[in-house]
């Protein structure tokens, strides 16, 4: 009989954690010996609207501290970034791709950036999309990171990073060069068309706090950065962050804001906090 329960209790346990989690971008994590709360929020980097609901404008104003994935309020971060763009043993986009393709994201850059790409043919191709992210909006970006920020500064508190620069910028040497230059490439000979169409479901996926979603649209994307490379992308990057938020959660309450795709999944921020004994629940 007690081999029996052992099981019945064992299968509810596998079958409570393989279970969707709600849609909820802000979460409340609490137990484990927390004195106070602290509270996890899924970001969007670029969107049109930066608008927090009261739920989260209060839980900032219950935690002393903001956690972002990198310490955006460090001066030095730009320079640190800069220094972290190049390819590693002298690669080269120009090698990468053909001399006819590279003509075509060069006119393409020139067209749409007023910039040659022969001015960053050293840089990780993943570094040249990312500036054509703002192009992909119909609206001016802006950063939800931005605004949490903001009103981190307002309320006197201090800004910090789960990781440094080059813990983020090392995951695009992890990732292979000729795949980004490719993936570069097929976006610019769509003129951007079905990355503009996948920027805005991501959108919305978002606005409906669907962070189970937007972890299936990356699995299901064709492109191969975001659906190849979840363990570098994510879930080594969660797994490092878990030991780093349980020492801060202890010292004061926090209020952690990083990636929506960060959140889900069994690998995701939430499920790897309550594998370690938190209660980690959706504030609604």
């Known amino acids: 009989m007690r081999y029996v329960l052992l099981l019945f209790t064992l299968f509810i346990s596998l ?47 219950a ?21 972290l763009m190049m390819m590693k043993d002298g690669a080269k986009l120009s090698t990468l ?9 060069d006119e393409f850059m020139k067209k749409n950036l007023n910039m040659s790409v022969k001015l960053f043919d050293s840089f990780k191709p993943f570094m ?10 119909d609206c001016k970006s802006k950063s939800v990171e931005s605004e949490l920020m903001k009103i981190t500064k307002e309320q006197n508190e201090e800004i910090f990073g789960l990781e440094k620069a080059e813990d983020q910028m090392k ?9 980004q230059a490719d993936e570069l490439l097929k976006t610019v000979k769509d003129n951007l068309e079905k990355d503009k169409k996948e920027f805005q479901e ?15 649209m990356m699995d299901d994307s064709d492109n191969k950065i975001t659906s190849e490379n979840q363990d570098v992308l994510l879930n080594n990057r969660n797994k490092n962050w878990i ?34 004994g938190y209660k980690v ?3 609604q």
């Open 15 to 61: 079958f409570s954690n393989a279970q969707e989690l709600e849609k909820s971008l802000l979460w409340k994590i609490s137990g484990n010996g927390l004195n106070k709360p602290s509270y996890l929020f899924g970001t969007i980097h670029l969107t049109c609207d930066t608008s927090l609901d009261e739920n989260t404008l209060n839980a900032l104003e």
């Open 63 to 83: 935690t002393e501290q903001l956690y972002l994935e990198l310490d955006m309020d460090d001066k030095s971060i730009q320079m640190q970034m800069m220094k």
């Open 97 to 105: 791709l053909s001399p006819e393709d590279f003509k075509i994201l």
């Open 128 to 137: 040249i999309s990312s500036m054509l992210f703002p192009k992909m909006l």
């Open 171 to 179: 995951v695009f040497d992890e990732i292979s060069y000729q795949d």
């Open 202 to 216: 991501m959108i919305t996926i978002y606005q409906n706090k669907d962070i189970e979603g937007m972890l299936k």
């Open 243 to 276: 030991p780093i938020m349980i020492k801060i959660m202890k010292d004061k309450p926090t209020f952690f804001g990083v990636g929506a795709g960060h959140l889900a999944g069994e690998e995701g921020v939430i499920k790897l906090l309550r594998k370690k």
């Open 281 to 283: 629940e959706a504030v």
